[in-house]
């Protein structure tokens, strides 16, 4: 069936939607355990992009098994595809323009590189949230590695089901020792480097996050 299908070109491309918004498209996969602080340092980051004029959107790993993933489990197959689905939807939105933050645990290397595939080059940034075994448990906001280590929850993350350490992230985030605003910081910072942020930026400082 997919031999009838062409690819149609439209006159308004990503180059037209990212001039619009005098930014560079990308994709920030933010990676690691449950509790690592993924979804806490990837909304932040939004919201000081957003507060500094970006385009932006956040596509969280409990959010999105609410509606288009909800019909998925946590088994590798599952966990497979529901970072495909994550990776075409963000590969949307950043033809769109946008800079898409996804936090995800992602667990598995194959996965993580078939979204870097997925996507120009220069347009996928992996950040990884180094954050120790012991300290996820002892945050575990949720509850969850309690209730794994119970046997309650089955196939979970760095209890009963491997993560796969990212061997060359664009960033590391020393997510045991870094605050939340050094975190935003050193983002914006690499960030800029690169030129997805194209102007001028204001560094983060306790206090400036809601």
């Not at 495909?84 to 800079?99: H, N, P, S, T």
Request: glycine content about 8%.
């Amino acid at each position: 069936m997919k031999n009838n299908l062409i690819w149609h070109h439209h006159p308004v491309d990503q180059s037209v939607r990212a001039e619009q918004k005098n930014q560079h498209p990308a994709v920030i996969w933010f990676t690691g355990l449950s509790a690592s602080g993924k979804s806490t340092l990837a909304g932040a980051l939004e919201e000081i992009l957003t507060a500094q004029g970006y385009h932006t959107y956040l596509l969280d790993g409990d959010n999105v098994r609410h509606g288009l993933c909800g019909d998925l489990g946590f088994s590798d197959a599952d966990r497979t595809e529901n970072i495909r689905r994550i990776g075409e939807v963000a590969k949307l939105m950043a033809d769109a323009g946008l800079i898409v933050m996804t936090a995800f645990i992602s667990p598995f290397r194959a996965d993580r590189r078939s979204v870097r595939e997925m996507l120009p080059d220069g347009q996928f940034v992996e950040v990884f949230m180094d954050a120790s075994l012991e300290v996820c448990k002892a945050r575990d906001p949720k509850g969850l590695y309690i209730k794994a280590e119970r046997g309650e929850i089955k196939e979970f993350t760095g209890i009963d089901s491997p993560y796969e350490v990212p061997p060359e992230p664009e960033v590391r985030i020393d997510a045991d020792r870094l605050s939340v605003p050094e975190g935003v910081n050193l983002l914006l910072d690499y960030l800029h480097r690169r030129k997805i942020l194209r102007r001028e930026y204001q560094r983060v400082e306790e206090g400036d996050l809601a």
